[in-house]
């Protein structure tokens, strides 16, 4: 069965919301590259997270791979804080692939404001639990 019979087989069984949002999931072909670095959404999240600590954040005109991307935003941060702004870069990606399930699975997407809230409040419980390399990105 060629695939465009199979997906409006498929097209029948799916409540008209979640047929839109697979349809836009299979049409844009979605990688990790861009769901965790490229997509609006996540690129929302990146430059909030690292301006509410006073970090630089850019994003190239075209689309990059996720390693390559944090390697350029890594090089403008201060040496001192590196080690601190990757074990943030690690809690953000986990929580942007959390997202992304909560909302293909359970289509229960998060806002901006609401995910940037959650990630500080885990990033704030990390540097409580001792994940040092955290303290630094505090400013106090």
């Not at 690129?43 to 997270?49: D, E, F, L, N, T």
């Not at 804080?81 to 870069?89: K, V």
């Not at 806002?111 to 990390?126: D, F, G, N, P």
Request: aromatic share 12%; with cysteine.
């Amino acid at each position: 069965m060629d695939s465009k019979r199979a997906w409006s087989k498929l097209q029948i069984k799916i409540e008209p919301e979640v047929h839109a949002f697979f349809k836009a999931f299979v049409i844009e072909n979605e990688t990790g590259d861009h769901i965790l670095v490229n997509c609006s959404y996540a690129k929302q999240i990146w430059w909030g997270a690292l301006s509410w600590l006073g970090r630089s954040c850019t994003f190239p005109d075209h689309p990059s791979s996720l390693q390559d991307w944090w390697s350029h935003v890594r090089r403008l941060q201060p040496r001192e804080m590196r080690r601190g702004i990757d074990t943030l870069f690690m809690l953000i990606i986990w929580h942007l692939w959390k997202e992304r399930n909560a909302h293909l699975f359970h289509n229960s997407p998060s806002m901006v404001h609401q995910l940037l809230m959650s990630i500080r409040e885990k990033a704030e419980l990390w540097i409580q639990a001792g994940v040092h390399r955290l303290e630094c990105l505090r400013g106090e």
